[in-house]
């Protein structure tokens, strides 16, 4: 896992390197009330 730039309460987003190329990563925390498949994407 990269360096975490940002914390919401819906998701994460993060500053990582792949394929030699700086990215940046969202990833949406897990809840209850929202469709699983939104959490996997």
Same mark, same amino acid.
């Given at each position: 896992m990269g360096v975490? +730039?940002?914390k919401g309460a /819906?998701?994460? +987003?993060?500053l990582e390197d792949w394929c030699g190329r700086k990215v940046i990563f969202k990833r949406r925390n897990p809840k209850k009330y929202r469709i699983? /498949?939104?959490d996997k994407m």
């Open positions: 975490l +730039i940002k /819906e998701a994460n +987003i993060y699983p /498949e939104l």
